[in-house]
């Protein structure tokens, strides 16, 4: 995961007002696993990722796409 994706996670979850704590208790997941995938340590299952846009309020794109860098691979 690259540091904007990291960074707009961390971003989206401090506009909440959730601690990593929390975010984690929400998802049903581990606090060590946020601050994992915040650092780019770790990379979320579909699901978590689907579990943690719900509850930041973004979509998957404005979480984990980064912007400008997929290009359409050529045949």
Known sequence: MEHQIRMKLKLARIEKNLTQQELADQVEVTRQT???????????????????????????????????THEQETL
């Open 34 to 68: 946020i601050g994992l995938i915040e650092k780019g340590n770790y990379n979320p299952t579909l699901n978590l990722c689907i579990k943690i846009a719900k509850t930041l309020g973004r979509t998957l794109d404005q979480l984990f796409w980064e912007d400008g």
